[in-house]
Antibody, heavy 123, light 110 residues
Framework: EVQLVESGGGLVQPGGSLRLSCAASGFTFSSYEMNWVRQAPGKGLEWVSYISSSGSTIYYADSVKGRFTISRDNAKNSLYLQMNSLRAEDTAVYYC????????????????WGQGTLVTVSS | SSELTQDPAVSVALGQTVRITCQGDSLRSYYASWYQQKPGQAPVLVIYGKNNRPSGIPDRFSGSSSGNTASLTITGAQAEDEADYYCNSRDSSGNHLNWVFGGGTKLTVL
C-alpha cells in the first residue's frame, strides 16, 4: 500500500524556518517525481515545488522561490521541504504528492497524497 | 504562467448529471487531472489523462477535453459526491515548468 506521511509542521514566527519531511512507503520511491502542494485555510490548492526522481531537476512556484528548498533522499525514501524566511501567507497545510508523468500521452497527475502537515506562521 | 478557471460553486439534484468545467491555456498542451476533496481530508485523484479513473473511483465520474477547456462529469450524482473539485495541469508557457490548479468548484448535491 502506497503511503506518504508528512511531518515537521508547527507554529513559527515570521522570518523563521521550518523543515518538512515526507516519509514514503509501499512503492519504489526513487522511480517517482515528487511535489509539495499547499492549501491555505479555507482556500484552494497551490503547487509549491517539484523534484525529479533523481533529484537533478527542481522547480518552484514564484511565491516561494529563493526561500524554500526541496530535496529528497532516495536511500531513506524521504522528501523534504526546507522553508526559510517564512511569511504569514505561507500558513497552510502542506501536502506531499507523488506524480505520474506520461509525456507521450500529454498527461501528468498526482496519484497519491499524504494527509498533510499544518504550518502556521504567526507572532 | 497560465491560470485555470473554474466556477466557484455548482449544485445538482440527487441522481442527476452535473458537469464541472476548467478553462486555461495550459490545457491545450496537457490533459487536466481532477481531484475531489472533502472537508478535513487530502485531495483524491478522480480523473486523469484523456478520461481515466484510478482504481476505486466509481464509473459515474468521467472526463473530457476540448481546446482550452476540460470537463468533469458526474452522471447520477450521489450524496457522497458533495465535495470541492479541483482541476490541475502542467504548464510549460513560462520560463520554467509549472503546475497550476484551478480555484476549485464546490459541488452541492441537493
Amino acid at each position: 500500500e502506497v503511503q506518504l506521511v508528512e511531518s515537521g509542521g508547527g507554529l513559527v514566527q515570521p522570518g523563521g524556518s521550518l523543515r518538512l519531511s515526507c516519509a514514503a512507503s509501499g512503492f519504489t520511491f526513487s522511480s517517482y517525481e515528487m511535489n509539495w502542494v499547499r492549501q491555505a485555510p479555507g482556500k484552494g490548492l497551490e503547487w509549491v515545488s517539484y523534484i525529479s526522481s533523481s533529484g537533478s531537476t527542481i522547480y518552484y512556484a514564484d511565491s516561494v522561490k529563493g526561500r524554500f528548498t526541496i530535496s529528497r533522499d532516495n536511500a531513506k525514501n524521504s522528501l523534504y521541504l526546507q522553508m526559510n524566511s517564512l511569511r504569514a501567507e505561507d500558513t497552510a497545510v502542506y501536502y506531499c504528492a507523488r506524480e505520474v508523468i506520461r509525456i507521450a500521452a500529454a498527461s501528468s497527475y498526482f496519484d497519491y497524497w499524504g494527509q498533510g502537515t499544518l504550518v502556521t506562521v504567526s507572532s | 504562467s497560465s491560470e485555470l478557471t473554474q466556477d466557484p460553486a455548482v449544485s445538482v439534484a440527487l441522481g442527476q448529471t452535473v458537469r464541472i468545467t476548467c478553462q486555461g491555456d495550459s490545457l491545450r498542451s496537457y490533459y487536466a487531472s481532477w481531484y475531489q476533496q472533502k472537508p478535513g481530508q487530502a485531495p483524491v485523484l478522480v480523473i486523469y489523462g484523456k478520461n481515466n479513473r484510478p482504481s476505486g473511483i466509481p464509473d459515474r465520474f468521467s472526463g473530457s477535453s476540448s481546446g482550452n477547456t476540460a470537463s468533469l462529469t458526474i452522471t447520477g450524482a450521489q450524496a457522497e459526491d458533495e465535495a470541492d473539485y479541483y482541476c490541475n495541469s502542467r504548464d510549460s508557457s513560462g520560463n520554467h515548468l509549472n503546475w497550476v490548479f484551478g480555484g476549485g468548484t464546490k459541488l452541492t448535491v441537493l
